[in-house]
T-cell receptor
């Protein structure tokens, strides 16, 4: 069984530039999560999708962050414009019907210069 | 809101030493508890979980954790560590029902010397 796929794995950009991350969840998993993981910290939820619907996005900084999950499968997380403090690892996870066990992707490590 | 504390941020052990990583949570109601592991260069993966029943939970690779409700703790243990256990370990808690979104601790970095 293929796991959660994320791309790119690494991204380096200059501040004020836009950046996008892509996630493909495990087949059949209708719940998708985006997490932010700062260095030396545990993951923190940014947004959760049930199929196409964003059901929990209270932690998403909506002035610069946006996300979409068209057709309820793949998802894209965007930052525009990026700031220095956005440097972190962005993790995607999926689960079956919001179940207890989440499966994580390898993450995208973003460096903003 | 629940919170999770992992008191050991960095642990260094020699092979065959015993391991215990502390985890305490703040939520007073029923909880689901997890330990995740992240090996160098790899993604987060579930090590073990507790939902109900026997408070002593056995996971993969010889790890176990004990849920002590009165102490709000879910410490991770392994009687004899190996070099391959070098990794980052995260404790997490979620509330049953609803979204099961876990709150993670800040993690413990374990280095095992051969």
């Amino acid at each position: 069984e293929a796991g959660v796929v994320q791309s790119p794995r690494y991204k380096i950009i200059e501040k004020k530039q836009p950046v996008a991350f892509w996630c493909n969840p495990i087949s059949g998993h209708n719940t998708l999560y985006w997490y932010l993981q700062n260095l030396g910290q545990g993951p923190e939820l940014l947004i959760r999708y049930e199929n196409e619907e964003a059901v929990d996005d209270s932690q998403l900084p909506k002035d610069r962050f946006s996300a979409e999950r068209l057709k309820g499968v793949d998802s894209t997380l965007k930052i525009q414009p990026a700031e220095l403090g956005d440097s972190a690892v962005y993790l995607c996870a999926s689960s079956y019907q919001g179940g207890n066990e989440q499966f994580f992707g390898p993450g995208t490590r973003l460096t903003v210069l | 809101a629940q919170s999770v504390s992992q008191h050991n941020h960095h642990v260094i052990l020699s092979e065959a030493a015993s391991l215990e990583l502390g985890c305490n949570y703040s939520y007073g109601g029923t909880v689901n508890l997890f330990w995740y592991v992240q090996y160098p260069g790899q993604h987060l993966q579930l090590l073990l979980k507790y939902f109900s029943g026997d408070p002593l939970v056995k996971g993969i690779k010889g790890f176990e954790a004990e849920f002590i409700k009165s102490k709000f703790s879910f410490n991770l243990r392994k009687p004899s560590v190996q070099w391959s256990d070098t990794a980052e370990y995260f404790c997490a808690v979620s509330r049953p029902g609803g979204s099961y979104i876990p709150t993670f601790g800040r993690g413990t970095s374990l280095i095992v010397h051969p």
